[in-house]
């Protein structure tokens, strides 16, 4: 089955520590996208990245940084300058066909830190 | 720039209810609207969307109609089930040519049997 994995599905990390999420797919999109979610808001953009060696960053990229070395992955690391890193983490995937584009979704990474 | 606004939830509704969630956005241009459902622990999933005004997304029931005179998506749904309870997220993509969402801060619907 084609899909979007995200491991692990829950993180426990201490703080001032670095800590790196995993985004795989196999649906062969171009676009891949990571979301931060807090209790009781929208999805918040963290990076995106269109193609394979090329990133940019979103609304909330402070913090946070990516890598996009093969076309089906794009892991996420949370710095230890990242001053509230506990949310859930969304990874998502789209072709790049234009704007009416689905963008499928990951189940998720839940992060606390300790 | 480009927002979303979502009523507030929790909505709650008894089995086989009719369901609004309303959803009004701002944006330059003509955007793409979606709506997600997020189940517990959960990513998202598209539930529905509309690329053009006067289209009406449609799927599981739920129903959506892109209005540009009102500038509105909301969600609908005839007769809710326990398994719809969820929250729901309204969503626009810009005409950048390249696909940015902006979502609305989600309502939480729970159906109670």
């Known amino acids: 089955d084609g899909g979007i994995t995200q491991s692990p599905k829950y993180l426990f990390r201490k703080e001032g520590q670095n800590v790196t999420l995993s985004c795989e797919q196999n649906l062969n999109h171009d676009a891949m996208y990571w979301y931060r979610q807090d209790p009781g808001q929208g999805l918040r953009l963290i990076y995106y990245s269109q193609i394979v060696n090329d990133f940019q960053k979103g609304d909330i990229a402070e913090g946070y940084s990516v890598s996009r070395e093969k076309k089906e992955s794009f892991p996420l690391t949370v710095t230890s300058a990242q001053k509230n890193p506990t949310a859930f983490y969304l990874c998502a995937s789209s072709t790049i066909a234009g704007n009416t584009d689905t963008q499928y979704f990951g189940p998720g990474t839940r992060l606390t830190v300790l | 720039g480009n927002s979303v606004t979502q009523m507030e939830g929790p909505v709650t509704l008894s089995e086989e209810a009719f369901l609004t969630i309303n959803c009004t956005y701002t944006?330059?241009?003509?955007?793409?609207l979606f709506w997600y459902v997020q189940y517990p622990g959960e990513g998202l999933q598209l539930l529905l969307k509309?690329?053009?005004?006067?289209d009406k997304g449609s799927n599981k029931g739920f129903e959506a109609t892109y209005r540009k005179e009102t500038t509105s998506f909301h969600l609908e749904k005839g007769s809710v089930q326990v398994s719809d309870s969820a929250v729901y997220f309204c969503a626009l993509s810009d005409n950048t040519g390249f696909q940015k969402l902006v979502f609305g801060t989600g309502t939480r619907l729970l159906v109670s049997p």
């Open positions: 509309a690329t053009k005004a006067d």
């Open positions: 944006a330059t241009g003509y955007p793409s």
